[in-house]
């Protein structure tokens, strides 16, 4: 019998990557810190970001919600869900006024719960 070798990962945690994006381009990202062993993770960190305003209308930021974990290969990151928030061109509903409310106030802090959009998974049998 032969058995093949595998990569065994280990569920490390969960964060939350936050990125600036100008058009389809990642301007800036930052994260938080990981949150383990725990199903129901709760994260009470801020982020601002400086946009001029004339480029206000081309960027929206997206939250992603991403699992980390490490095995014989090294360390894993795995996206789990994610919502963008931005202008009309990005985003539509909650998220979009949601920004609409952000630049209405850009010194003030604006939070807002968003349900995340599932992150399409890749198939190896397909």
Same mark, same amino acid.
């Given at each position: ?17 936050? +990125? ?8 800036? $990202?930052?994260? $938080? $810190? ?29 939250? $992603? ?26 985003? %539509? ?21 968003? +349900?995340?959009? &599932?992150?399409? %998974?890749? &198939?190896?049998?397909?």
């Amino acid at each position: 019998m032969v058995l093949s070798q595998r990569s065994i990962y280990v569920f490390q945690g969960m964060h939350v990557r936050v +990125q600036l994006r100008h058009g389809q381009k990642t301007h800036k $990202t930052k994260k $938080t $810190t990981a949150q383990r062993s725990t199903c129901e993770p709760i994260y009470n960190e801020s982020f601002s970001f400086t946009v001029p305003t004339k480029l206000i209308d081309t960027c929206s930021v997206v939250t $992603t919600v991403m699992l980390s974990s490490t095995g014989r290969l090294g360390h894993h990151e795995e996206e789990y869900g994610s919502v963008t928030v931005g202008p009309f061109l990005y985003a %539509r509903g909650e998220a979009l006024m949601h920004w609409q409310e952000m630049c209405a106030q850009p010194r003030n802090m604006v939070s807002r719960w968003h +349900q995340l959009s &599932n992150v399409p %998974r890749s &198939n190896p049998t397909d």
